[in-house]
Structure formats: C-alpha cells, structure tokens
C-alpha cells in the first residue's frame, strides 16, 4: 500500500501512476502533477460524470464514490485539498451536468490563500495560485494590452507546448512568459510523464 509521499521533488513512480490513471481529464491530471512537483502553487480540478467521459457527453449522475476516489489520490500524494459543494455545468445544447471542484495546493497555507481569493473574487491573487507570471497576470486583468493567441501559436510553431499556453500574454512580454512559465511547465510533463505528455 502506497503511504503518503514526502519527497515530491524525486517522485515515485508510483505516485506519478497515481495522477495518470486519476478519473480527471487530461488538463486536470497535467495540473495535478505541476502542483505536485511543485511547478505550481495550486489549482482546481473538476469532477463530473458522462457516459463517455468527455465534457459533451450525456450527463450521468455524480456518485460520491468518484469524489473519494480522487480525494484518495490526493491524500496519498501528500497535497491539501478542499471539496467545494455540487453544482450543476449548463453545457448549452449537450444539456446540464452535476459537478464538484476540488480545489488542492502543495500546502495548507496555500490552500487557505486560494480559497480566501476564491471567496473574495480576488482574480488576481488567483492567477497567481494557477502560478501564471506577473506580466501576463496584468494583461488578463486588462492592465497593459495582451498579445493575440495567434501569434502565440506563430511564435511557438505546431507542438505540444501550444498545451501549455492557455493564459493571456502579455504584448510586451508574451516570449519571457513562454519561454520561463509555459516550457517550464512543459519540460516538466515531458520528464515525469511520459504516458500524459503523449496523450496532448
């Protein structure tokens, strides 16, 4: 039986397994494993149930059984974690789905930050949790003007780091954001997973 892990900067693979095999969607489990390995402060994850999995398919209802599941995950990983309450995702035509967030941080104190932000609306102290960089924080928040995502997508060429840039870019600064934010993010996938970072 896996016990909690206390040396995430030279993770098991064991724990890693535990993050692919996560009934989580790619983009949660990708986010769970940058917490993680501490290659960001924290996110959020979502839990729904379709049919098929995917988030157009036909709405089944949520079971407890799925959010213990992942709150098992996270508990053996070492991460802190918070359940929010069940709320249901419109989905336009595809029609209303149950869901939970499950917000969760590499320390309690962090986790604390996040909800009290989440709270307040506070974008943000938020943005900076997701661990996006000042400048693009800026350019989200309409501080100083962002750079076009297709330019974004010019800069980088086709890859899987295109995965890794669904933020706003800063004009001024969008080729140091990549360059330290979203290749970090991407190198660090690319090295710890294998298995994720072929399915992008």
């Avoid at 996110?43 to 398919?57: F, L």
Wanted: aromatic share 10%; with cysteine; hydrophobic share 35%.
């Amino acid at each position: 039986m896996l016990q909690e892990n206390s040396n995430p900067e030279s993770p098991d693979k064991a724990y890693i397994a535990l993050i692919e095999n996560a009934p989580l969607t790619l983009s949660d489990r990708i986010d769970t494993l940058l917490v993680y390995c501490q290659e960001k402060p924290a996110t959020e994850v979502m839990i729904y149930k379709t049919e098929d999995s995917s988030p157009i398919g036909k709405a089944c209802p949520l079971d407890e059984g799925q959010i213990e599941e992942v709150a098992s995950i996270l508990e053996k990983l070492g991460l802190f974690y918070k359940v929010g309450d069940m709320r249901s995702w419109k989905r336009g035509q595809y029609g209303p789905v149950e869901f939970v967030d499950i917000a969760l941080a590499r320390d309690e104190s962090t986790l604390s930050r996040f909800a009290k932000a989440k709270e307040n609306g506070d974008e943000r102290e938020l943005e900076r949790l997701y661990g996006f960089p000042e400048s693009a924080i800026s350019a989200y928040l309409g501080e100083v003007p962002a750079c076009r995502y297709e330019e974004i997508l010019d800069y980088i060429g086709p890859s899987p780091l295109a995965f890794f840039t669904n933020y706003v870019f800063s004009r001024e600064k969008y080729e140091e954001e990549i360059e330290n934010t979203s290749k970090r993010w991407h190198e660090a996938v690319k090295r710890l997973s294998p298995k994720l970072y072929e399915m992008i």
